[in-house]
């Protein structure tokens, strides 16, 4: 005798949206058009600080800006800043070698990559040349600093490598004096 024959169930095939794989196949090229128009997004709403539009003008300017690094080698300049981070301030000395300093300066402590966290100061020198000025919490950043002059005739620039760098020293180039 034959074994009574199953009936076979026919199974109905599910259309393909109501399978899983397809939607994890293109999970993935759909994650790399969000990431791209995200990526898009940041490039146009928040620009790179360090391009300059007009990089011909500002590079003509740099040869402006010499007769200043001139005048703080005739005069001899150098300086030093350093940041007390316990008592929020930023203490620094100019000294000439022909002549005591004392007299109104502006120190500008410019963020290497951020423009909103550069700092302009102004401060009093006193007979010796030394100063303190109130500023915020420094960030742990490279800063462009520049120390210059009342009537902005004359200027010591430098670089500062802070926390790494305790302290910066700048000196006028005798080599600018020409």
Known sequence: MQAAA??????????????????????????????GIYTTYLAFAHPDALVVDDYYKQG???????????KAAA???DASLRYDPASGKLVGTVRSQKQPFAGKLYVSLVHSTQPLKDLKLETQADRQGSFAIAVPMLDIARWN??????????????????????????????????
């Open 6 to 35: 199953m009936p076979h169930k026919m199974t109905a095939q599910k259309p393909w949206y109501k399978h899983r794989w397809p939607w994890l196949l293109m999970m993935g090229p759909a994650l790399v058009v969000v990431a």
């Open 60 to 70: 003509k300017a740099i040869n402006q800006d010499l007769s200043r690094d001139r």
């Open 75 to 77: 005069m001899e300049l």
């Open 145 to 178: 600093v520049v120390v210059e002059g009342e009537q902005r005739d004359w200027r010591l620039a430098g670089e500062w490598m802070w926390p790494q760098q305790q302290q910066v020293e700048m000196a006028a180039d005798p080599t600018v004096r020409r």
